[in-house]
């Protein structure tokens, strides 16, 4: 996947689309959580890796961070860029599953 999907405002469809379809692929492995968590958290990232594409979120740009349980009950984090976490968002929705 092209870094470029995530930095910047998506001009068509197609960089929004392939989001989503990885968004999807990973609710469908379990690699990310299949709701969306009540709270989320926004700041400044740190270069962590994204939950979604895998990128670093850089030093001073806004990360998204989910804690969600997991299937062991211990609470899982999860980050993201914010056209990730819109995109892992919108796959959370049960119309897109099916």
Do not use: K
Request: aromatic fraction near 10%; hydrophobic fraction near 30%; proline fraction near 7%.
């Amino acid at each position: 996947m092209d870094n470029e999907l995530h930095t910047g405002p998506f001009h068509d469809g197609s960089a929004r689309n392939q989001l989503l379809d990885l968004a999807l692929t990973r609710l469908g492995n379990g690699s990310l959580p299949r709701t969306a968590a009540p709270r989320i958290y926004a700041g400044p990232a740190h270069d962590e890796s994204c939950s979604l594409c895998g990128f670093p979120i850089r030093t001073g740009e806004i990360g998204y961070e989910v804690n969600s349980p997991s299937q062991g009950g211990a609470v899982q984090e999860y980050c993201f860029h914010i056209f990730c976490f819109h995109a892992w968002r919108e796959a959370c929705e049960p119309r897109l599953r099916t």
